[in-house]
């Protein structure tokens, strides 16, 4: 166990509407009104993300743990990217997943996570 295997107790992010990290899953295609708001949200985030002091340590704890949402500045497809290039598995519920999230269970993923969330506030 390393000192970025748990998440920072908590960070710039507690008290705002978590949906701006964690925006809701959508089935199917996203209206442009629904992209421009996933997108403002997720730049919203990241700016939270770059004045917060747990910023390092919350980027390096989601590269090994967490595939969804924006952790640490980054959302899911930039970290997916950095753990290739670092060649960092993602360790989750005792599963090992290459990064692409391909063979992630979404479901289970996205109730673990809001657990891991609510934890942090
Ligand atoms: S860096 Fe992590 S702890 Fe800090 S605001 Fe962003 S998500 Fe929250």
Redesign the pocket.
């Known amino acids: 166990m390393d000192k970025f295997d748990n ?2 107790d ?5 008290g705002h509407d978590i949906d701006i ?1 964690f925006p809701p899953s959508k089935q199917g295609t996203m209206s442009r009104d629904e992209r421009n708001k996933r997108l403002e949200n997720e730049d919203k ?1 990241k700016e ?2 770059s004045r ?1 002091d ?2 390092i340590h ?2 390096e704890y989601s590269l090994r743990h967490e595939p969804f949402g ?4 980054m959302n899911e497809v930039d970290r997916a990217q950095l753990r290739s290039r670092r060649g960092i598995n993602l360790s989750r519920d005792g599963r090992i997943l290459v990064p692409g999230i391909g063979s992630m269970n979404a479901v289970t993923g996205a109730i673990t996570y809001k657990k891991n969330v609510e934890q ?1 506030q």
Do not use: H
């Not at 908590?10 to 507690?14: D, E, H, T, V, Y």
């Open positions: 998440a920072p908590k960070g710039l992010c507690a990290w985030a939270i993300c917060c747990f910023q919350c980027l924006t952790w640490g500045g942090r």
